[in-house]
């Protein structure tokens, strides 16, 4: 036979593809099964409202039946905002429509009345609280066997346990401030905002979160100018601009907390009885636009100086706009 002939015909006619699976990636897999598991195993039983899910997933239930009381202030429950029943209510309009169309493929009936309905997506949210721990604790501590211990605690907690398996914000909560942290440190800053969002927008205590973000990022912008002290010096609208940024965030932030802590049917104006948190607010977006227009009037007189050429700002100065931002 012709060279390569005999090769080619003892040659099996396809080859699989090589995979690489470690002992670290099979060890994850088998902790994520264990907490997909553990969440979702029964979880219709009980078939009723039980402990708080006597106000979330009601109130998810008007929000499913586009009924104006879930939106009213003195509505059935308005202690939260409302992210986590509307999760709860868009699982229920999926289970609805997947049981019209294969019911033996749904558990339970229907989806309003329906409990894995309403606790599905907080089920899934613990499983995904288990995903991201690994993968916080694995960029923090650089170790794979700190992440897998991580996740492996986290499936096995009791709170976290009991709380994915019942329809309220907790769980929700807990799985994007994790995600938002993730994000953070892998500096992934777009994804961080829009989970601090999320968790904010299913329970207050969301707002903690803000202090790790404050710290990691005083801590990177020292850790940048340091890196940058020899460079040249930074302008001084280089410091107002961001600096009157942060004052926005704040001020803000207090106008927020004073609005939201009003009654709207006796106060409803965003002037109207205005306490301590509000006029904080007030003088510090007062004093955030006064700073936000030197800075830019700064920008400009500098870029005309410079006829409209060469870079405006310098890398301390960057630094400092990119992390406010």
Same mark, same amino acid.
């Given at each position: 036979m012709p060279d390569g002939v005999e090769a080619k015909a003892q040659a099996a006619p396809f080859a699989l593809p090589q995979i690489n699976i470690s002992v670290y990636q099979l060890l994850l897999g088998g902790v994520l099964i264990a907490a997909f598991l553990t969440r979702f195993v029964r979880l219709g039983t009980p078939g009723?409202? $039980?402990?708080?899910? @006597?106000?979330?997933?009601?109130?998810?239930?008007?929000?499913?039946?586009?009924?104006?009381?879930?939106?009213?202030?003195y509505g059935h429950e308005n202690t939260h905002p409302p992210l986590s029943k509307e999760f709860m209510a868009g699982a229920m309009k999926i289970f609805k429509v997947a049981d019209d169309i294969a019911p033996p493929l749904v558990p339970g009936v229907g989806g309003l009345e329906n409990p894995y309905a309403w606790r599905f997506f907080g089920a899934l949210a613990g499983v995904g609280s288990v995903l991201f721990i690994y993968l916080l604790a694995r960029r923090l501590f650089d170790s794979?066997?700190?992440?897998?211990?991580?996740?492996?605690?986290?499936?096995?907690?009791?709170?976290?346990?009991?709380?994915?398996?019942?329809?309220?914000p907790d769980t929700f909560v807990l799985? +994007?401030?994790?995600?938002?942290? $993730?994000?953070?440190?892998?500096?992934?800053?777009?994804?961080?905002?829009?989970? +601090?969002?999320a968790a904010l927008a299913c329970k207050y205590v969301a707002s903690l979160t803000a202090v790790p973000i404050?710290?990691?990022?005083?801590w990177k912008l020292i @850790?940048?100018?340091r890196e940058q002290a020899r460079e040249e010096r930074m302008q001084w609208f280089e410091i107002a601009l961001p600096a009157g940024i942060?004052?926005?965030?704040?001020?803000l932030a207090f106008v927020l907390v004073g609005f939201l802590g009003r009654t709207p049917d006796i106060k409803p104006g965003l002037f109207d009885g205005l306490g301590a948190a509000d006029y904080a607010g007030w003088l510090l977006v007062s004093m955030a636009g006064g700073s936000?227009?030197?800075?830019?009037?700064?920008?400009?007189?500098?870029?005309?100086?410079?006829?409209? @050429?060469? @870079?405006?700002l310098t890398p301390q100065g960057r630094t400092c706009l990119e992390i406010v931002l």
């Open positions: 009723e409202f $039980y402990f708080d899910e @006597t106000y979330f997933p009601r109130t998810a239930q008007e929000i499913y039946r586009n009924d104006p009381a879930a939106w009213q202030f794979e066997i700190a992440g897998l211990a991580a996740a492996f605690i986290l499936t096995c907690e009791g709170v976290v346990f009991a709380q994915s398996r019942i329809a309220t799985f +994007f401030m994790l995600g938002c942290v $993730y994000f953070l440190v892998t500096d992934r800053f777009l994804f961080s905002g829009v989970f +601090f969002g404050v710290l990691y990022l005083v @850790t940048r100018l942060a004052l926005l965030y704040m001020g936000i227009v030197a800075g830019v009037a700064g920008l400009v007189k500098q870029r005309m100086q410079a006829g409209g @050429t060469g @870079t405006l």
